[in-house]
């Protein structure tokens, strides 16, 4: 009886192991496409002499970077358009507690893949301070802008549009946001550097 036990148990493991060590997750901070790119109609983008090679780029405020989320066909275009720091809150009901402040991130979700997006997007986002303290969204309207929706339902082609709030200690140097879809469960997470 312990004999099957023991081997039961180290059946177990190993199959967690496995499904651990199959797990490919990925956090990309290259941009597809930096905030920079937008020029004017009437203006000449610079080209790269071909014998220069290309400068790896780290995604910033105002860059898209591409995500796939779990399911074939799940793609999206996150874009971090705006970061308030601190944001002030909408109305006097609601404040951060005592000793910390609140942050806004906008973000603008296009879907680039064949499926409707469907998520709850603030569940995927989250920012890292200095000292690598990393914080979750909060459910928090601020003076920033309209909140970012909890129920997204994109058709492919359209995007959704909306402020996700963090609430961080007040002496906290925040230097990175993150996204990832489906809930932050997708195997791939976008970063962006803040200043």
Known sequence: MRRTTITTLAVTAA??????????D??????????????????????A?????TKATVAKVGDTITLK????????????????DP????????????GNRWIAAQF?????GTKPYADSPSN?????????????????D??????????????????VLGWITFEVPKGSKIVTVQFGLDSGFAEQTGQWKLS
């Open 124 to 140: 995927g986002a989250g920012v890292a301070d200095a000292d690598g303290q990393r914080f979750s969204a909060t459910f928090a």
């Open 108 to 112: 603008e979700l296009t879907n680039t």
């Open 15 to 24: 199959l967690l192991f496995t499904a651990t060590a199959c797990t490919d």
């Open 87 to 98: 944001a002030q809150p909408k109305d006097e009901f609601f404040a951060p507690e005592d």
């Open 49 to 53: 002499p071909e014998d220069e090679p």
């Open 26 to 47: 990925d956090i990309t901070t290259k941009p597809s496409k930096t905030g920079a790119a937008e020029q004017p109609a009437d203006s000449e983008p610079a080209e």
């Open 142 to 159: 601020t003076k920033a802008g309209p909140s970012m929706t909890s129920s997204a339902k994109v058709p492919p082609g359209e995007k």
């Open 69 to 84: 989320g779990q399911e074939d066909g799940s793609k999206v275009d996150a874009t971090l358009k705006k970061v308030v």
